[in-house]
């Protein structure tokens, strides 16, 4: 089956410009999560969708992060404006609906901002 | 909320030796028990999980044991090889489909 589809793979920004990265979850899987992985460390939850309806996003910095999911498929993460700290690969990850299970992961966005 | 820890956060074996990292949470209603191994710029992977339904969990080289009642579950890898040197990361997960993760292991395996 085909995997989690992210593009682009790599974005480098200056400080203050938007970005938007997007993610194509495995067919059927109604769970998407996003996650911020900075460099050494594990990765932190950003939103999570279930279908197109958020389940969490309390770690989403909502003055400058949004997201969506429309129809409950594709989704779009984006930063406006960026700031330094925000480099970091952004990772999309879905998993069945049902219970908690395997979150497969795309190979991910790498950030630069500058 | 949730809390989750990994021990030790540096973990360095000889090639042929045997390697543990443990994982210790604090939701009781987590059902669900993961280990990812990721290694240097490239996406995490599932390499064994366990329910709260069993015990252990064996696949070749690697295991996964599972103690509910201290809440803590642990990565056993056997004759360790130089490709198993990465950073693995414990998410248990439970309720509202969520993983939270730990803070990694990075295993060294030395030749």
């Known amino acids: 089956e085909a995997g989690v589809a992210q593009s682009p793979r790599y974005k480098i920004i200056e400080k203050r410009q938007s970005v938007a990265f997007w993610c194509n979850p495995i067919s059927g899987h109604a769970t998407l999560y996003w996650y911020q992985q900075i460099l050494g460390q594990g990765p932190k939850l950003l939103i999570q969708?279930?279908?197109?309806?958020?389940?969490?996003d309390s770690q989403l910095p909502k003055d400058r992060f949004s997201a969506e999911r429309l129809k409950g498929v594709d989704s779009t993460l984006k930063i406006q404006p960026a700031k330094l700290e925000d480099s970091a690969v952004y990772l999309c990850?879905?998993?069945?609906?049902?219970?908690?299970?395997?979150?497969?992961f795309g190979q991910g966005t790498r950030l630069t901002v500058v | 909320g949730e809390n989750v820890e990994q021990h030790p956060s540096t973990l360095s074996v000889q090639e042929g030796d045997s390697a543990v990292i443990k994982c210790t949470y604090s939701d009781s209603a987590s059902n669900y028990f993961p280990w990812y191994k990721q290694e240097l710029g490239k996406r995490p992977q599932l390499i064994i999980d366990i329910r709260s339904n069993v015990g252990e969990k064996k696949d070749q080289r690697i295991a996964v044991t599972l103690n509910k009642t201290a809440k803590h579950f642990s990565l056993h890898i056997t004759e360790t090889q130089p490709e198993d040197s990465a950073v693995y990361f414990c998410a248990p997960g439970g309720s509202n489909y969520q993983l939270i993760w730990g803070a990694g292991t990075k295993l060294i395996i030395k030749p």
């Open positions: 990850a879905s998993s069945l609906m049902g219970q908690v299970d395997e979150a497969f």
């Open positions: 969708f279930q279908n197109n309806g958020v389940v969490d």
